[in-house]
């Protein structure tokens, strides 16, 4: 596709999201556009972002599909995990595992592992005691994980992924938004596998325009 066909594409999208994110993805059943778009972390890299939470069965069933799409991607995409809150003092606990795990450097081997522990064994992993057992349990060290849990970088973590998830008005996971521009969804494409096809579309869209 040539850029002024991508550039006319873009601005298509992007005067349906006048009509509201509801009446769009009925009429394109597979995306949405961010509105208003949202600034990404790397201008010169295409951003992934997966909203999710713990609790969320969906989330647990698409965690080994996307872990898998994420190898695939090449070196322009970056992708990151972003937990959602919406205001819930347990998703928000939750938000604080996972940036506490990140930051020690262990979310990499624990996340896929925290849904079955949260969802089926009911391990208290929203509660600050509960999460540093499981951690010490898991074999990692402890203290360090508490430390960590308790720091004033995770807090802050913690709010910018809460007001991250506001300015994209996410209102369900797991969803994919990519590069400040659309978001995805099973809801939106029908499955899990496709919202990760039509992610890999929007990409390249958004790829073409970047070369220039």
């Known amino acids: 596709m040539e ?6 594409q873009l601005a298509a999208l992007a005067g349906l999201s006048a009509v ?5 993805a009925q009429a394109t059943e597979q995306y949405a556009p961010v509105n208003p778009p949202q600034p990404t972390s790397d201008p010169a890299k295409i951003e992934v972002i997966e909203f999710f939470h ?3 069965p969906h989330c647990r069933d698409f965690d080994p599909l996307v872990q898998d799409w994420v190898k ?4 322009d995409v970056t992708f990151t995990h972003v937990p959602a809150i919406w205001g819930n003092p347990k998703l928000s606990a939750l938000a604080q595992f996972y940036y506490a795990m990140e930051t020690v450097g262990i979310a990499h081997d624990l ?3 925290v849904f079955k522990a949260y969802q089926d064994d009911r391990v208290p992993l929203d509660t600050e005691e509960g999460a540093i057992q499981w951690v010490s349990d898991n074999g990692f060290d402890g203290k360090k994980f508490a430390d960590a849990y308790k720091s004033f ?3 802050g973590k913690v709010q910018r992924a809460d007001q991250l998830a506001r300015n994209y008005r996410i209102r369900g996971v797991p969803t994919l938004a990519i590069d400040g521009k659309f978001m995805t969804s099973a809801s939106m494409s029908g499955s899990h596998e496709s919202s990760l096809k ?5 990409i390249s869209l958004i790829r073409q325009t970047k070369k220039g």
């Open 111 to 113: 996340h896929p592992k």
């Open 20 to 24: 509201g994110a509801p009446a769009f």
């Open 54 to 56: 713990y609790g969320c």
């Open 153 to 155: 970088g995770v807090r």
């Open 72 to 75: 695939t991607l090449p070196e």
């Open 198 to 202: 039509v992610a890999d579309q929007l």
């Open 3 to 8: 850029r002024r066909d991508v550039l006319k």
